[in-house]
Nanobody, 122 residues
Framework: QVQVVESGGGLVQAGDSLTLSCTTP????????FGWFRQVPGNEREFLAR??????????TYGDSVRGRFTISRDDAKNTVYLQMNELKIEDTAVYYC?????????????WGLGTTVTVSS
C-alpha cells in the first residue's frame, strides 16, 4: 500500500497563485505516475492534470478547465509532485486530490490521498 499525502491548500483571493504538493511517505515516486483531481461536494470528480514517469518523454496532459493556468510537475529527488495553480478563480474552489498510478497512461489510479482544500474568494 502506498500512502499519498497532499498539502498546500488554503484560502486565497481570485487571481492569486497557489502550489499544491503531493508526497508518498516512505515510498519513492520514481515508479509512479501521478494525477491531480478536484471535487466540489455534490459534483463529480474532475480530472485536472497528469504526469508520467520521470524521463518518460510523455508530456503532461491537462483538463480543459485548467489548461494554460495549472502546471503539473514532479521532482523525484524530493519525492514530490506539484500542481502550480495560477490565475485562480472562485470556481476553482474544491477539494484537490493527488493520485498515484503504476502505469501510464493510467487505466486506474491505484492510490489516492485524502485531499487538500482550496478556497478562492473574491
Amino acid at each position: 500500500q502506498v500512502q499519498v499525502v497532499e498539502s498546500g491548500g488554503g484560502l486565497v483571493q481570485a487571481g492569486d497563485s497557489l502550489t499544491l504538493s503531493c508526497t508518498t511517505p516512505g515510498r519513492a515516486i520514481i515508479n509512479l505516475a501521478f494525477g491531480w483531481f478536484r471535487q466540489v461536494p455534490g459534483n463529480e470528480r474532475e480530472f485536472l492534470a497528469r504526469v508520467s514517469f520521470k524521463n518518460s518523454g510523455s508530456p503532461p496532459t491537462y483538463g480543459d478547465s485548467v489548461r494554460g493556468r495549472f502546471t503539473i510537475s514532479r521532482d523525484d529527488a524530493k519525492n514530490t509532485v506539484y500542481l502550480q495553480m495560477n490565475e485562480l478563480k472562485i470556481e476553482d474552489t474544491a477539494v484537490y486530490y493527488c493520485a498515484a498510478a503504476k502505469s501510464y497512461p493510467p487505466r486506474i489510479y491505484d492510490y489516492w490521498g485524502l485531499g487538500t482544500t482550496v478556497t478562492v474568494s473574491s
